[in-house]
């Protein structure tokens, strides 16, 4: 069972304009979220995070949005450039020690 | 500045074979964790050890062993190799965020 879903499997967005995207987590203890970005043949590389006691964090171009109630976290990205372009993974966990939950990654594909 | 460092970063076994893969970290971190990354199904979550002496199942722990050797290492072994194991593995340490090495793409054939 899928503890964290990314249910969009691939997102293009014009260069310029805002990217969202999306992931639902099922398990309501998590209280810790990320973003990683991976490019092909390397390490995901860890983008931004939020706490369960915030709704929104931001970091320059990036920004998450974080719903409890509905389980539900976003990632923006605005504007949105070239060298987005990558696979992004959204992560949970208990706390700041204890293991990561990953969902299965949204392919983002920045076109001109 | 090596942060996460895996070896090997290729390798290829014939079924049944064992090999252990290697990941050291030198950010004094307590966590560390092993996930496998397959198509369509992101990182799964395979060990991890929460500290020095200490590990749990992951994810998908089946037909794997782990060794938290002390404080910077954490190894992966595969005792005897199947297809179902060919992927391609990254260590990661953690202390807020995770740190990832940059990977091992291991082919079982």
């Known amino acids: 069972d899928q503890q964290v879903k990314q249910n969009s499997p691939s997102l293009s967005v014009q260069e310029g304009r805002i990217s969202i995207l999306n992931c639902d987590y099922t398990?309501?203890?998590?209280?810790?979220f990320l973003w990683y970005k991976k490019y092909p043949a390397e390490g995901p590389t860890f983008l931004i995070s939020i706490s369960s006691i915030k709704d929104k964090n931001e970091d320059g171009r990036f920004t998450v949005f974080l719903n409890k109630s509905a389980k539900h976290l976003s990632l923006h990205i605005v504007p949105s450039q070239p060298g987005d372009s990558a696979v992004y993974f959204c992560a949970a966990s208990y706390s700041s020690a204890s293991k990561i939950i990953f969902g299965s990654g949204t392919r983002l594909s920045i076109r001109p | 500045n090596a942060g996460v460092t895996q070896t090997p970063k290729f390798q290829v076994l014939k079924t049944g074979q064992s090999m252990t893969l290697q990941c050291a970290q030198d950010m004094n971190h307590n966590s560390m964790y092993w996930y496998r990354q397959d198509p369509g199904m992101g990182l799964r979550l395979i060990y991890y050890?929460?500290?020095?002496?200490?590990?749990d199942k992951g994810e998908v722990p089946n037909g794997y062993n782990v060794s938290r050797l002390n404080k910077r290492e954490f190894s992966l072994r595969l005792e005897s190799a199947a297809p179902s194991q060919t992927s391609v593995y990254f260590c990661a340490s953690r202390e807020k965020q995770a740190f990832f090495g940059q990977g091992t793409r291991l082919t079982v054939v």
């Open positions: 398990n309501s203890m998590f209280d810790y």
């Open positions: 050890s929460a500290s020095e002496g200490t590990t």
